[in-house]
């Protein structure tokens, strides 16, 4: 089956650094995205990786480990801005969009 | 223009209604996509079309009918819809679906209500 596991909520201070971890089991694999979406609001593209390693983007930057299945978003210098959710989705070998159930992220002052 | 526009934002129908959701792209996108999503979920694929084509339908019940007149526009029609067919519907686009598939570029939505 196809599976994307990302935790389900993550809280965070303003100006720090967090790590939101995402593993996919897909029927193939094109590649994998990070969205973030804002309550009530479309997701927006944050970062795209296929290769292995590190996409650096500013504030925000992605890891993909193909062989592990495994991959972060890392977002630094924390802004209240960026509460939201941020959903990680794996293009299947149909190019369909997998998506994981999204991870609340809460930054306190 | 990295823009898909959809319209309207919020709808409210009853369930004997019929009303459209449209959605437009001018990006030369040939994929357009209809999601929906309820809240604290994930999106939801509900249907893909492909130059113009409907390529994908994922098992969606026939009181939503989608449409693409050409390829900058894609409407979902909407005929006796229950109240759990509540959410926000999202429209998207990407270059291709196939080698040269981009990120997937997405509408704000329509908030829909059904009473």
């Known amino acids: 089956g196809q599976n994307i596991d990302q935790p389900t909520e993550m809280t965070a201070t303003e100006g720090a650094i967090v790590q939101i971890n995402c593993t996919y089991q897909t029927s193939g694999f094109n590649g994998l995205f990070w969205y973030q979406q804002h309550a009530g609001e479309a997701p927006t593209f944050l970062s795209y990786?296929?290769l292995d390693g590190l996409e650096e983007k500013g504030r925000f930057s992605s890891f993909l480990s193909r062989s592990k299945g495994y991959s972060y978003l890392l977002l630094k210098e924390l802004q209240m801005k960026d509460s939201a959710s941020y959903l990680c989705?794996?293009?299947?070998?149909?190019?369909?969009?997998?998506w994981g159930a999204g991870t609340k992220l809460i930054i306190k002052p | 223009d990295t823009e898909v526009t959809q319209t309207p934002k919020h709808l409210v129908m009853g369930m004997t209604n019929k009303k459209s959701l449209k959605c437009e792209q001018h990006m030369g996108h040939r994929a357009m996509y209809w999601y929906k999503q309820k809240a604290k979920k994930p999106p939801e694929l509900m249907f893909v079309?492909?130059?113009?084509?409907?390529?994908i339908n994922e098992s969606v019940p026939s009181r939503f009918s989608p449409e693409c007149p050409n390829s900058s526009l894609l409407n979902l029609h909407l005929h006796a819809l229950q109240p759990e067919d509540s959410a926000l519907y999202l429209c998207a686009s990407s270059q291709d679906m196939g080698g040269s598939y981009t990120e997937a570029f997405f509408g704000q939505g329509t908030r829909l209500t059904v009473v």
């Open positions: 990786n296929v």
């Open positions: 989705a794996s293009l299947d070998s149909n190019y369909q969009l997998i």
């Open positions: 079309y492909s130059y113009e084509k409907l390529s």
